[in-house]
């Protein structure tokens, strides 16, 4: 979950012309439910983390079917 999130991340950044900007990503599991937690630069403007979000939330779906719940947190 991590690895993809930050993958999915730093694509998306690059795309937006963040090409420098830092991005950490954690992620739990507690009762079905995957929380993760995209950390990325002070510089990278809301909208696009809104976009990240919605991307990681996307691609984890498909990656982990069996979640019950998946919570994005970006910023």
Known sequence: HEELAAEL????????GYDKAEVTANASRRHGVVNVQVRVGPEVERSICEIIGTRVHTALRRYDRHARQIDIGVG
């Open 9 to 16: 991340a730093r694509a998306v950044l690059v795309g937006h």
